[in-house]
């Protein structure tokens, strides 16, 4: 019912910018709108959360400052704008849905029903 596609990584300079884009279908009004990045060998980090109407947005620590989580209504895209980009942040980049991330928590995965495909983001040095 509800299903995401992302589009938008690839390889970036440190210090640089990428935007990723997360365009959803279905009914996903009362969800929340996430971001998450998991490199390999480690554990599925969360990044950012919307819910759709971009009242309420929440960032991890690492990345205030430099990333905005925002969306347009009319394209039923989600964005992720990087910029200041690090080598930590290489990593593959999902965008998720989620009707029970309040229960779990907007920062656990296991609150997100939907995942988009991911897409990779690497950051050289």
């Known amino acids: 019912q509800v299903q995401l596609v992302e589009f938008g990584g690839g390889l970036v300079q440190a210090g640089g910018s990428l935007g990723l884009s997360c365009v959803a279908s279905?009914?996903?009004?009362?969800?929340?709108l996430a971001w998450f990045r998991q490199a390999p060998g480690k554990e599925r980090e969360f990044v950012a959360a919307?819910?759709?109407?971009?009242?309420?947005?929440y960032y991890a620590d690492s990345v205030k400052g430099r990333f905005t989580i925002s969306r347009d209504n009319a394209k039923n895209t989600v964005y992720l704008q990087m910029n200041s980009l690090k080598p930590g942040g290489t990593a593959v980049y999902y965008c998720?849905?989620?009707?029970?991330?309040?229960?779990?928590?907007?920062?656990?995965?296991?609150?997100?029903?939907?995942w988009g495909q991911g897409t990779q983001v690497t950051v050289s040095s």
């Open positions: 279905g009914d996903f009004s009362r969800y929340i």
């Open positions: 919307m819910n759709w109407s971009g009242s309420v947005t």
């Open positions: 998720a849905a989620g009707a029970r991330a309040r229960v779990f928590g907007l920062r656990t995965p296991g609150g997100y029903e939907h």
